[in-house]
Structures are given as structure tokens and as C-alpha cells.
């Protein structure tokens, strides 16, 4: 099994149900419909935004329905994924379904803008209603996925939350500092699908970086790989840029790139081969010794890249 040692890390440890609603399709004639001049908007006299969401949830899976919406005899509405799940019952008065389609409702919904479900997360964007998955699916606020590659982790959240995540239930070690010094040792080199993942949160610049270490198949060769992201959208990192180093015997092999958002996964950045990469006949030379052992130390550095107004170029911001 390999074990990651922390051996003079250059940088100092960071101290720092919803209820189900019957949904009427004679609904307007308790809430009359006021249409405004504007298009795609539709204003409710007497209920406010969220009771008109709530208009257009399913009962079952409470997602926002999109046509076909479905409903029952009596007037209770159904999405089509979930009609099926309910074998064709209404799930509030279990009469038959049958296929009845709630065209007024899908109307209303054709009329109104809400906005993004990523409100509370900071996003002001107000889409019309059929707008809002497609945004919703790429918007800029939207939770990102645990960066941790140890294991198939399904939380998701803001970074600030992903930190604390990442800090109290996987035990990842936090480091303050924009330099890091790491040694690997793996006792036997050959079992790479034995190979410990390590993963290193690291702080500097006010943002926070994964640094990733494993070893795994590529094809049938053995290798091992290091690459750092960035926990943060895409165009924010690429403010960004990294350098890892690894060497032994008067030899050295250097890597620099930009960390990749924690947007792409883990696995899709490895199988892409961006970041630094051995071969292990490589990582053996550099371990020196008998090569029986994996004793690899890698150094590297996280910068800024700063732009110099006068020369329309980047500088690097090294940090102290």
C-alpha cells in the first residue's frame, strides 16, 4: 500500500421536506390571471413567486414539470417522467391517469419568468420559464462537485462548504502558502492499482488549489501523476498558473501549466494526461537507491498571473 509522507511542507498550516400540493387545473378561477404588456411575464394577483413555482412542481419528485404535463380527472398534475413511476395513478386522489394533458398549465408556464434556482448561491439572472434548465445546466453559480478522487463522494456545494468538507469528513491536510514540498513512498512500485491517492488543499491568494498525486494504468504501462486544480470556475483559473519538479542524479523534469477548475473532474484531468507524468522506470531513476522502492519528491509553486498595463503582458505575482 502506498503512504504519502508530508516531509518539509514549505508553508504553514492553515488554522483557518417539501410537502406535496394538489394542483388544480381550474386553479385561475380561484387566482385570476393579470397578463402585462411585457412578453414571456405573467403576474398573479394574490400569490407571489414561489406559490407560482410551486404551481409547476411535481408532486412526486418536486422538479419543475415541462410538457407534457399530465393530469387526473380531478385536476391534479403530474410530470411525464414520474407518471410512469406512479404506474399511471395519481399519486393525490390515486384515480387512473389516463392521458390527459394539462395544456392550460403548460401555457401559464410559457408566459412566465422566474429565476434561476441558483438564486440563493448569488445568480440575479430571471429566465422565461422553458429558459431555465438549459441555464441552469451551465450557470456560472451552480454547486460544484467534491474535488476528492479517493473515493465516488456525491457532495456537492459553494467552495467555502467544499473546504470544510474536504477538511472534517475526508481528512484532507490544509496548507497555507504558495510553494509545497512533497515526498512519495510506495514500498512496492509494481501493485500501481494499490497506489494511496493523495489529494492537498492548498490557500494562497485568497482562493483555494487541489494538489493531486497518484499512480494508475496507462495502457499497460505503469505511471505516476501530479497535476493541481483550482476550486473555482473555469475563467477565473486561468488567472492562475503552477510549476511541479521532480528530480534525482543531476536530472530534473519540470512541469508548468494552468490548474484546471474543479469543473472538470478529477478523472476527465487525468485522462488527459495534463499535468506532470513518469513512467515508472522514470520515478525509479529518480528515487535512486536499489529501485525497489518509490521515494519520488516533488516540488512546485502556484502564481498569479498579473497584467502589465503598460506592456500588455503577463507578470507573475510571487507570493512571499
Known sequence: MATFEMDSVECVSSSDGIEDEDIQSSVSSHHPIQYSSKPHNILFSGIGPTSVHELLECPVCTNSMYPPIHQCHNGHTICSNCKTKVHNRCPTCRQELGDIRCLALEKVAESLELPCKHCSLG???IFPYYSKPKHEAVCNFRPYNCPYAGSECSVTGDIPCLVAHLRDDHKVDMHSGCTF????VKSNPREVENATWMLTVFHCFGQYF????EAFQLGMAPVYMAFV???GDEVEARNYSYSLEVGANGRKLIWEGTPRSIRDSHRKVRDSHDGLIMQRNMALFFSCGDRKELKLRVTGRIWKEQQNSDAGVCMPNLCS
Open 229 to 231: 486544480r483550482f476550486m
Open 210 to 213: 487541489c494538489l493531486h498525486f
Open 123 to 125: 445568480c440575479p439572472e
Open 181 to 184: 514540498n512533497h515526498r512519495y
